[in-house]
């Protein structure tokens, strides 16, 4: 069964310091796999998926992230980290071609000045 | 298009009522699910919806729980019974599927959280 694990409940960074937020899946099967952001009191926002087409894929906001099939990760990277980045990250995989997704527990950034 | 509606945004209620979530998908979008999220999880995966049809629902929707879909645009999700662990955030979501297409791209609204006292 397809499932993501995420390394670290909490990064903090310092403003300009780049940002790394590590994803490992479990899938049987080639995986469509995602990062979404969510902001204190809104809803889920797609960052950026992965669907095949290419291994390295940019998002909005800057974000981008690699997939790695021999380490079985997709980790989402950002260069240069700004205030307005601080948020939950998650990612996710789909559970099977076209149904639900699951979804890691969530990285929470945060970022100083 | 306004995208993914969730009413009422926040319930607070005792232990023991009954309470009902709404949420409207985007209009051109065929299928419809719930998740619900606690404090520090990611959000787990509670049932969804192709058109009207309840095509899967987890394990953690007990019999407490119901959605509907009726004519396979708005959805309502139902909680009897309430208990003070069915305190979280519910998302709904909706999607455009495809018989070929594979990556589903979940809008997410922003979510009705429950507060079981």
């Known amino acids: 069964a397809q499932s993501v694990t995420q390394l670290g409940s909490h990064v903090s960074v310092s403003e300009g310091a780049l940002v790394l937020l590590r994803c490992n899946y479990s899938s049987s099967v080639p995986p469509y796999l995602f990062w979404y952001v969510q902001y204190p009191n809104q809803g889920l926002q797609l960052l950026l998926k992965y669907t095949s087409a290419a291994t390295l894929v940019k998002g909005i906001n800057g974000f981008e992230a690699e997939f790695k099939k021999s380490e079985t990760s997709f980790h989402l990277t950002k260069p240069s980290a700004h205030m307005s980045d601080a948020a939950e990250y998650f990612c996710a995989v789909n559970r099977q071609a076209g149904t639900a997704l699951i979804f890691g527990k969530g990285t929470t950034l945060s970022v100083s000045s | 298009d306004t995208g993914v509606s969730q009413d009422p945004r926040h319930k607070i209620t005792k232990r023991g009522q009954n309470v009902t979530f709404r949420c409207d998908p985007i209009?051109?979008?065929?299928?419809l699910y719930w998740y619900r999220q606690t404090l520090g999880q990611g959000p787990e995966f509670l049932t969804y919806?192709?058109?009207?049809?309840?095509?899967?629902k987890s394990r953690l929707l007990s019999d407490r729980f119901s959605a509907e879909r009726p004519k396979g645009s708005f959805s309502t999700l139902e909680i009897q019974r309430t208990e003070q662990g069915d305190s979280a955030m519910y998302l709904c979501?909706?999607?455009?599927?495809?018989?070929?297409?594979?990556?589903?791209?979940?809008?997410f609204g922003a979510g009705s959280r429950l507060t079981v006292l």
């Open positions: 209009s051109e979008h065929n299928r």
């Open positions: 979501a909706s999607s455009q599927q495809g018989v070929h297409s594979g990556a589903n791209v979940l809008t």
């Open positions: 919806f192709q058109n009207e049809a309840q095509l899967e």
